[in-house]
C-alpha cells in the first residue's frame, strides 16, 4: 500500500518562505505527476501547482512567481517552497500524485493527510 507523507506546515509571518515537503511511501512501481492543492477555511479544495516526472511545473495565477514546486524522483518525493507569503495563502495544504504501484496495474491517484500552513502577524 502506498501513502502520501507530508510535513513543513506550520505558522510564519506575512513576507515569510516555508517549504512544504510529501513523501511517497510503499510499493511504487512509478509515479507520474505530483501536485500541490490547499483547501483555506470554508472554501473549495483549490489546485496550486503540479510537477511531471520529467519536471515540467505549472503554477495557478495566485502563486505564481511566489510558490515553487519541485520533486527528487529517486525519494519519491515533491517540494513547495513558498515565498512572499500572504494572509490568504493560510490553508491546508495537501499533496496529490499519480501513483503506479507495479508495471501492470494503472495509475492510482493518492492523497496525502494535509498540512497546515498558517500566515498572520
Known amino acids: 500500500q502506498v501513502q502520501l507523507v507530508e510535513s513543513g506546515g506550520g505558522l510564519v509571518q506575512p513576507g515569510g518562505s516555508l517549504r512544504l515537503s510529501c513523501a511517497a511511501s510503499?510499493?511504487?512501481?512509478?509515479?507520474?505527476?505530483m501536485a500541490w492543492y490547499r483547501q483555506a477555511p470554508g472554501k473549495q479544495r483549490e489546485w496550486v501547482a503540479a510537477?511531471?516526472?520529467?519536471?515540467?511545473?505549472n503554477y495557478a495565477d495566485s502563486v505564481k512567481g511566489r510558490f515553487t514546486i519541485s520533486r527528487d524522483n529517486a525519494k519519491n518525493t515533491v517540494y513547495l517552497q513558498m515565498s512572499s507569503l500572504k494572509p490568504d495563502d493560510t490553508a491546508v495544504y495537501y499533496c496529490?500524485?499519480?501513483?503506479?504501484?507495479?508495471?501492470?496495474?494503472?495509475?492510482?491517484?493518492?492523497w496525502g493527510q494535509g498540512t497546515l500552513v498558517t500566515v498572520s502577524s
Open positions: 510503499g510499493s511504487i512501481f512509478r509515479v507520474n505527476v
Open positions: 496529490n500524485a499519480a501513483v503506479q504501484s507495479d508495471y501492470s496495474s494503472g495509475y492510482s491517484q493518492l
Open positions: 510537477v511531471t516526472a520529467g519536471g515540467s511545473t
